[in-house]
């Protein structure tokens, strides 16, 4: 179907071209951009023609100025076809305008102005047009068909690439791969770390930013761990200048650095705190150092200081892509995951059931139940037995969370978290063995006991919200965050209950209705399911943030 409909048209389209109407009225070629006539094939030669431009970076809305020019003064050309494409893929973009009467503006597909050819079949040995730069363009480069005769023709006589100085995520998944942290967001805001990477004819052409005055690097890996991968490198030293080079990782050490000047064509900007370097590579993946015999990688993203000199330091923040990408298609979705590894997502759900079951149920058990006779258990009461059981369950669960994060801290940007964490482990250390030594029921000085041990649970409890809520804006990078949120809810949830719960216990002080537990015990069953809820629903979106 598709075939028949182009053969259709490109008949069309070169009969228009040469034979019939040689005033370069070609819109059914723009697909193509071939005048292929009964068997014609392009010359196989290098063209005798190139495309220069005037400027080899563009803002949206600057104005480029694209000759077609013959090499020698005995090339000419009667007939031709230019279009703006984007680097790694076949779309076409910006608009054109001219003032050369040898040349006119089509329009290709639904794109208005998005073509220029030829007015007239006169021999021509430059013609210039203007092309206008779109928002949330990503690399461009112009193509064109060049003619002297209806079965005499060049195809694909290419510009250099012409870098977009602002960098776009618009054509992410469809012209480039991209990988950023957080998801889908765009090197336009100031906390998008960022990459992409799109084939072009001379190499890929790689662009990253992030917000750090020191580097940005990305590196191509067999596996996701570092070590034995290809690194290009972003870095600005003390006197500002940004350097791009290209490295080797031989360990989990600064990479050695090997030939820089494979990079060119190098774009870069260190403007309100954010880093930004594209270039162009000569060497393609399968120059890479790491002989792995396939072209899929795993990609890495990071960024973090550098010295004075620009040699870089350990990252703080990092991207690894949650599968290899095949980097010489650009039809690669777009993924990324935080790099954050499965141990931190442990020690993060340990934390969660820890603090949103049984650390939650056991004080609230502690405060509300106290009073309820019930039959003891074990020789103490009942409500006690279900306390200790649970706060010993959870002292336990904290201390292995805790142990976790410390065998294996990859990516962690720290913060706060760690702090609130370290000082939340001491004060529920402390929480038992202080029990332990607790005075008789019936002692005088019981109740400083009681008060101190309340206090520390109360302030053990605050620490833990802030330190839950931390470490779970560390981990989520769903774009809209909703695990805080979610965990907001929960805390609301649990407000609630302490609220019931606290006006149940004072009108019964106040001998206001009788003494059962009734009330206690629907409200706690209720109070459960919900926190049973609000886990899973946490515990789904860190299994996602693997
Ligand atoms: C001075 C430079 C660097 C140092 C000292 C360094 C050090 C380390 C260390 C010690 C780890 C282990 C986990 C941790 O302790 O956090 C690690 C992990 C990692 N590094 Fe680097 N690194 C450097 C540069 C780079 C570069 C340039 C890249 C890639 C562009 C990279 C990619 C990674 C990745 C993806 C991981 C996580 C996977 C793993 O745990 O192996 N690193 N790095
Ligand atoms: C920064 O890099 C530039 C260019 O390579 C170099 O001329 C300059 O001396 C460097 N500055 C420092 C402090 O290393």
């Given at each position: 179907m598709e075939i028949h409909k182009t053969i259709l048209i490109c008949v069309a389209g070169c009969l228009s071209v040469v034979v019939g109407w040689p005033n370069g009225k070609i819109s059914a070629s723009c697909d193509n951009m071939l005048p292929i006539h009964g068997g014609s094939v392009p010359q196989s030669?290098?063209?005798?023609y190139i495309i220069t431009v005037s400027n080899t970076t563009f803002n949206p809305g600057d104005i480029i100025t694209v000759s077609l020019q013959s090499?020698?003064?005995?090339d000419a050309y009667k007939g031709f076809l230019i279009q703006a494409h984007l680097v790694g893929g076949d779309g076409i973009t910006g608009i054109f305008t001219t003032s050369d009467s040898n040349a006119q503006i089509l329009t290709c597909g639904t794109q208005p102005n998005s073509a220029v050819s030829h007015t007239n079949s006169n021999l021509k040995k430059t013609i210039t047009a203007f092309w206008t730069a779109p928002q949330g363009a990503g690399p461009v480069h112009f193509r064109a068909t060049v003619l002297t005769s209806y079965s005499h023709f060049w195809s694909g006589v290419e510009s250099e690439v012409i870098q977009a100085l602002q960098m776009s995520n618009a054509t992410c998944g469809s012209q480039k791969f991209c990988l950023m942290n957080p998801l889908n967001?765009?090197?336009?805001?100031?906390t998008c770390l960022f990459m992409s990477s799109s084939p072009s004819t001379n190499g890929y052409v790689y662009e990253m930013s992030g917000p750090t005055s020191g580097y940005v690097a990305i590196g191509f890996s067999d596996d996701q761990k570092m070590g034995n991968d290809d690194v290009f490198i972003c870095t600005k030293n003390s006197s500002g200048n940004i350097l791009v080079q290209h490295g080797y990782n031989t360990g989990t050490v600064a990479p050695t650095m090997r030939n820089v000047s494979s990079a060119g064509s190098i774009v870069s900007s260190y403007k309100n705190g954010v880093l930004k370097c594209s270039f162009i590579t000569s060497?393609?993946?399968?120059?890479?150092?790491?002989?792995?015999?396939?072209?899929?990688y795993y990609v890495f993203l990071v960024s973090g200081p550098s010295n004075a000199d620009g040699k870089i330091q350990k990252h703080t923040k990092m991207v690894i892509s949650s599968h290899k990408v095949d980097l010489s298609t650009t039809t690669s979705v777009t993924t990324s995951n935080s790099g954050t590894s499965s141990v931190v997502l442990g020690h993060g759900s340990l934390m969660l059931i820890a603090w949103m079951t049984t650390g939650s149920i056991g004080m609230i058990m502690a405060r509300y139940m106290k009073s309820a006779a019930g039959k003891p258990f074990l020789g103490k009461a009942a409500w006690f037995q279900v306390h200790f059981f649970l706060m010993i369950l959870t002292v336990i669960l904290t201390i292995i969370a805790f142990i976790m994060v410390f065998v294996n801290v990859a990516g962690w940007s720290g913060g706060v978290h760690p702090v609130l964490g370290c000082i939340v482990m001491i004060l529920s250390f402390f929480q038992p063995f202080a029990a332990l030594f607790r005075p008789d029921p019936k002692h005088e000085r019981r109740f400083i006991f009681n008060f101190g041990h309340g206090i520390n649970a109360f302030v053990i409890k605050v620490l833990a919200v802030a330190a839950i809520f931390l470490g779970l804006i560390l981990v989520d990078i769903s774009p809209n965050q909703w695990m805080p949120k979610v965990m907001g809810g929960f805390y609301a949830w649990e407000v609630l209950f302490y609220i019931i719960l606290e006006t149940n216990m004072h009108l019964k002080t106040k001998d206001i209705y009788k003494n059962d537990y009734k009330i206690e015990i629907v409200a706690l069953a209720i109070f459960i399911c919900g926190n049973l809820a609000f886990l899973v629903a946490l515990l789904v979106g860190i299994g996602q943030s693997a």
């Open positions: 030669s290098p063209a005798p090499k020698s003064s005995s967001c765009s090197p336009r805001d100031n060497s393609n993946s399968s120059t890479l150092q790491r002989a792995s015999g396939s072209s899929s």
